[in-house]
């Protein structure tokens, strides 16, 4: 369900030809993050800059509010000292589940 949710954020936003209209990053972030952590896959900062769909000193602002409230944590990248991964917390996972429940 949050991928669909992600996706129709994206296409609403493709439609109308307009970030500024429907822009929410921290949410964006929130969400991207949610899906991949549920297919069990890491994100690089660099992709969840991409993936909030603002420019990326706008969504490394973001990443700084989401990380000071507790909702996401970063990790360096043990492979490549230029990279490092960012992914919710268990919190903000928590509350991601509990959003997407109580929609339905």
């Keep these: 369900m ?3 949710f992600y996706r129709e954020r994206r296409r609403r936003i ?3 030809g ?3 209209l429907f822009g929410e990053p921290a949410w964006d972030i929130l969400l991207d993050l949610f899906v991949a952590g549920e297919k069990g896959k890491r994100v690089a900062v660099t992709s969840a800059c991409i ?3 603002v420019p990326s000193t706008t969504a ?5 509010v989401l990380e000071l409230r ?3 944590e970063r990790e360096d990248d043990n492979h490549d000292a230029r990279r490092s991964f960012v992914c919710l917390t268990p919190k903000a996972r928590a509350m991601m589940l509990e959003y997407f429940a ?3």
């Design 2 to 4: 949050a991928l669909q």
């Design 14 to 16: 493709e439609t109308f």
């Design 18 to 20: 307009d970030d500024a």
């Design 51 to 53: 993936g909030s769909g």
């Design 60 to 64: 490394l602002r973001w990443l700084n």
């Design 70 to 72: 507790g909702l996401v």
């Design 102 to 104: 109580n929609l339905g």
